[in-house]
Each structure stands twice: as C-alpha cells, then as structure tokens.
C-alpha cells in the first residue's frame, strides 16, 4: 500500500514483558515520528527521525523506550519491562519534508498491558 | 506544560450549520499549524494546514483561521455533515532544539446531528 503501515494493530502483553512495534513510513518520506494516546489524551511526542540526523529522542517517557530506524526507512519502537501505564495507541507518522508539510499517519497499534 | 491547547472536548452541531473548534497556543515560534481528523480505530488524518504568514486557508468546506497575535487558530466547518463527526486535533509545528516537531493539542470531539 501507499500509507504508512503498523504492525501489530494490536497487542496484548503482561506486564514485565518487552514489546516491539514496527512502522513502515510511506516511500521516499525522509521524516518519521512515533506518537502515542493515551486513553482521553491528546498526542504525545515520542522521537523524530529526520534523514541521517540524530533523531530527537526528547519526548520518549523512560529509559525503558528506545526506537530505531533502519535504512532511513522502517522504524521499530521498543519498550522493555512494560508496565500498565504503557497501555496507550502508538501512532506513527511519515513526512516528506519534516517542515511545513503535513504528516500522514498510520493507524495505529493499541497496547495493552495487563 | 501545554503548548498547544484545545479547551473544549467536545461539541454538537446540529446539520448544516457551522461547526467552530478553536485551538490556542503559547509558542510564538510556531510558524505552521495543522488541524488532523479521527475516527475511532484509525489514525489521524491531515484535513487543512496553514502557515503563519497568512492568516486564512479555504478548501471546500474547511476554512482555517490564524490570529498571530492571540495566538489562536478556528477550523470553520461549513455545512457540518454527519460525517464530519470525529475527534480534531489541531497541531503546532516549528523548527525547536534544530528538530522539527508537530506539537498536537488534546482534541476536541465533534458531533453533528442529523
């Protein structure tokens, strides 16, 4: 497809457990984004990765989160140790620009932490 | 510290009138803004943008409004439709600490009644 696709869409894990979520930005956008929104929240700013810079990883909640972008492509979320308040829709976005465009969105992956 | 604020969750507009959600900010370095759409179990999508050397954008049904110094935008939704019951986020985006981040409000639910 041509948008930007997540996987899993959902899963479950106990707490303790490690997660990875994948991203797969639309092709040739230089700019990807990790959002995540929690139950009656707004969006909150995970990390950004921009071509070849240094992503901005100023809004990731805990050492327990880090993410990776391979190839200037896919990206992979990973929290380690998940607790309940993990429990929250990822969101992954794609930009061409990184500025003054618009981001496209994935659906999502809904986790959940029992 | 909430940069980009959406004071009203919700709103209920009866069909074919104007639907006004309102977004405030407190960056004066935000120089482009974003209004997003979502319906549940799907990721945001983009609906309109502006920069802020303007202080209007049309496109069909959707107008967007910038008060630089208020520090406010509006999305004007006229006719509102049925299917323009969602969850609108407005965004905030500029170039801060050399990366360039969409700052996102908590949303505002809309419902227009048939």
């Known amino acids: 497809g041509a948008g930007v696709s997540q996987s899993p869409s959902n899963k479950v894990t106990e707490k303790g457990k490690d997660v990875e979520l994948r991203c797969d930005p639309i092709s040739g956008h230089t700019a990807l984004y990790w959002y995540r929104q929690s139950l009656g929240q707004g969006l909150e700013f995970l990390i950004y990765f921009q071509g070849n810079s240094a992503p901005d990883k100023s809004g990731l909640p805990s050492d327990r989160f880090s993410a990776e972008r391979t190839g200037g492509s896919v990206s992979t979320l990973t929290i380690q140790r998940t607790q309940q308040e993990d429990s929250a829709v990822y969101l992954c976005a794609s930009s061409s620009q990184g500025y003054g465009g618009e981001a496209f969105f994935g659906q999502g992956t809904r986790l959940t932490v029992v | 510290d909430q940069q980009v604020k959406q004071n009203s969750p919700s709103l209920s507009v009866q069909e074919g009138r104007i639907s006004i959600l309102n977004c405030d900010y407190t960056?004066?370095?935000?120089?482009?803004f974003l209004w997003y759409k979502k319906y549940p179990a799907e990721g945001p999508t983009f609906l309109i943008s502006i920069s802020s050397i303007k202080d209007k954008n049309e496109d069909g049904r959707f107008t967007v409004f910038l008060n630089k110094s208020a520090k406010h935008l509006s999305l004007h939704i006229v006719p509102s439709q049925p299917g323009d019951s969602a969850v609108y986020f407005c965004?905030?985006?500029?170039?801060?600490?050399?990366?360039?981040?969409?700052?996102f409000g908590t949303g505002t639910r809309l419902k227009v009644l048939a």
């Open positions: 965004a905030a985006s500029a170039r801060i600490s050399g990366t360039y981040k969409y700052i």
């Open positions: 960056n004066s370095m935000f120089d482009y």
